[in-house]
């Protein structure tokens, strides 16, 4: 089966500039995650859609980050405006095969200068 | 909410011998513990994992143990490999959301 998918793999902004990432989950899982990864550290959730609807976003900035999860299946992650401690990989999963493994993307890796 | 605690944060064996890394949780709810290895750059990818309803189980070289009444899980890797070397996070699952440790990493020297 195809895996997430995810992009850009790699951005480079200015602080106080725009972003935004793009995921497309495994056909037909109904779950779908964003998570920040920063370095020498575990994914930190920031936001989980269950289908078009969040279940938690409890650890999103929400005065820069926001997201949203069209129709259901792809969704994309947005920073305005950047800071320098945004720099990580912004890791998407997605969930909801039999057993709910959860399968990661490939990532985007965002420094912000 | 849950916490994970992992430990140890880096690991480093002869290849060929044993790793064990170990994880506790606080949420009595989290039914389910995945295994993740990353390597540098790359994504996390599930190697193995566990349910709540049994105490062990194995796949060729990797092995998970979970003790329920302690609330820990543990990851063993016999006869290590240099290709082993990676950072690896658990995690536990109450309900819908993940919880991650905060990775070990283990470095198999040849």
């Known amino acids: 089966e195809a895996g997430v998918a995810q992009s850009p793999r790699y951005k480079i902004i200015e602080k106080r500039q725009s972003v935004a990432f793009w995921c497309n989950p495994i056909?037909?899982?109904?779950?779908l995650y964003w998570y920040q990864q920063i370095l020498g550290q575990g994914p930190k959730l920031l936001i989980q859609?269950?289908?078009?609807?969040?279940?938690?976003d409890s650890q999103l900035p929400k005065d820069r980050f926001s997201a949203e999860r069209l129709k259901g299946v792809d969704s994309t992650l947005k920073i305005q405006p950047a800071k320098l401690e945004d720099s990580a990989v912004y890791l998407c999963?997605?969930?909801?095969?039999?057993?709910?493994?959860?399968?990661f993307g490939p990532g985007t890796r965002l420094t912000v200068l | 909410g849950e916490n994970v605690e992992q430990h140890p944060s880096t690991l480093s064996v002869q290849e060929g011998d044993s790793a064990v890394i170990k994880c506790t949780y606080s949420d009595s709810a989290s039914n389910y513990f995945p295994w993740y290895k990353q390597e540098l750059g790359k994504r996390p990818q599930l190697i193995i994992d566990i349910r709540s309803n049994v105490g062990e189980k194995k796949d060729q070289r990797i092995a998970v143990t979970l003790n329920k009444t302690a609330k820990h899980f543990s990851l063993h890797i016999t006869e290590t490999q240099p290709e082993d070397s990676a950072v690896y996070f658990c995690?536990?699952?109450?309900?819908?959301?993940?919880?991650f440790g905060t990775g070990t990493s283990l470095t198999v020297i040849p």
């Open positions: 056909s037909g899982h109904a779950t």
């Open positions: 859609f269950q289908n078009n609807g969040v279940v938690d």
């Open positions: 999963a997605s969930s909801g095969g039999s057993y709910n493994e959860q399968f």
């Open positions: 995690a536990a699952q109450p309900g819908n959301q993940f919880y």
